[in-house]
């Protein structure tokens, strides 16, 4: 069975400082991975995903995430934190050989920025 | 611009009732997929569409229907509202691996 585990339900960081969100998966096959961002009242908003092309995979506002096979990881990092990116993350994977695009999600990390 | 728009932003309905959530999506995608959202849990999927008149069921589906009549609608249906069902509600449009949510529908059953 496929499952994604958000390691962390909070994370706290200073502004100007790095960010880690962690995540790993289970997955029989490669799969596709994704982070989606999601803010206050907002909807949720693609950051980035791995495809099986490049393992380091840029997103958006400077997010970056390594897809590591051996270790099942699919961590989110920034080099510097910025206030605006307080929110809550979800990891997602969506099952290879699965052409019904299914996304699972994981449960979850709210990041908090202290100024 | 791509875009998915749910009916209602906020609900509140009565324990019993019948309820609809709607979805419209513009992008003419086959695979549309129904969410409900709860602290600590993420997203659980209800259901999910692959075509006009298709449908499967996810990780949560009692208590739930869905219908879809047309490639762009998809909606979501709660036979009798129980107050369990109290959630946020997200509806995704996908292609290519690439999800499109909408806003979100706050139900609240009371």
Not at chain 1, 65 to 80: C, D, I, Q, R, Y
Not at chain 1, 99 to 104: A, D, H, V
Not at chain 2, 9 to 36: A, I, P, S
């Amino acid at each position: 069975a496929q499952s994604v585990t958000q390691l962390d339900s909070h994370v706290s960081v200073s502004e100007g400082t790095p960010v880690l969100l962690r995540c790993n998966y289970s997955s029989s096959y490669s799969p596709s991975l994704f982070w989606y961002v999601q803010h206050p009242n907002k909807g949720l908003q693609l950051l980035l995903k791995y495809t099986s092309a490049a393992t380091l995979v840029k997103g958006i506002n400077g997010f970056e995430a390594e897809f590591k096979k051996s270790e099942t990881s699919f961590h989110l990092t920034k080099p510097s934190a910025h206030m605006s990116d307080a929110a809550e993350y979800f990891c997602v994977v969506s099952p290879a050989m699965d052409s019904s695009y299914k996304l699972i999600f994981g449960s979850g990390t709210r990041l908090l920025v202290r100024p | 611009d791509v875009k998915v728009t749910q009916s209602s932003r906020y609900l509140v309905k009565r324990t019993g009732e019948k309820v609809f959530l709607e979805c419209v999506q513009d992008m003419d995608h086959e695979n549309m997929f129904w969410y409900r959202q709860d602290p600590g849990l993420g997203l659980r999927l209800i259901y999910f569409s692959y075509d006009v008149k298709m449908k499967e069921k996810g990780d949560i589906p009692e208590g739930y229907s869905v219908s879809r009549e047309k490639k762009e609608r998809f909606s979501l249906i709660l036979e009798s509202a129980s107050t369990n069902q109290t959630s946020m509600y997200l509806c995704a449009s996908v292609m290519n691996t690439e999800a499109f949510f909408g806003q979100g529908t706050r139900l609240t059953v009371v």
